[in-house]
């Protein structure tokens, strides 16, 4: 039966340049000059430094602006608290999330079971499986969940036949 997957995981390898292309910027930008502002990351989390809110605020639009160029959309990213760290310093974490949480994936399910559509829908770890008889119902489906779930960024892999 032909069945694909719906997933909700960025491409950290286009994370990573973002973050490259951000501290590039920052290093050039006259009004960072003589700061410490930089972003950093570790895996799935990205930390900002600066030495103020406001400037704090600034590295986080260079940033987005950055992944908007890399084409990684900007919902992925989970931003956290704002913390003082010695000095007027601040820094905050942000996130990049990975797998469509539960409550997420059960409305998936809800909207594709409520359609009535001849496709079943399966929540398997992080990722919803969708399959059905036909590969226009999975597209159809691609279509309806695209345009009903605007919160998460969703994707489609694993299309089989």
């Known amino acids: 039966m032909p069945s694909f997957d719906t997933v909700c995981e960025a491409n950290l390898v286009e994370v990573k340049n973002a973050v490259d ?3 590039k910027e ?3 930008r006259f ?3 003589g700061t410490d502002a930089r972003v950093e990351q570790k895996e799935r989390e990205l930390t900002a430094f600066a030495d103020s809110d406001f400037q704090l605020s600034q590295v986080r639009d260079v940033l987005t602006n950055k992944m908007t160029k890399r084409n990684v959309d900007v919902r992925f990213l989970d931003e956290g608290k704002i913390e ?8 905050q974490v942000i996130k990049v999330k990975n797998g469509i949480e539960s409550d997420d994936a059960k409305k998936i399910v809800r909207v594709i079971k409520d359609s009535k559509m001849k496709v079943q829908a399966s929540i398997q770890g992080d990722a919803v499986r969708i399959t059905g008889a036909k590969r226009d119902d999975l597209q159809a489906a691609m279509a309806l969940l ?5 919160e998460i960024p969703l ?3 694993n299309f089989r036949d």
């Open 146 to 150: 695209r345009k009903e779930i605007k």
């Open 26 to 28: 920052i290093s050039t």
């Open 84 to 91: 003082k760290i010695g000095g007027d310093k601040v820094k």
């Open 21 to 23: 292309q951000a501290n």
């Open 155 to 157: 994707e489609f892999n």
């Open 31 to 33: 009004d960072f000059k």
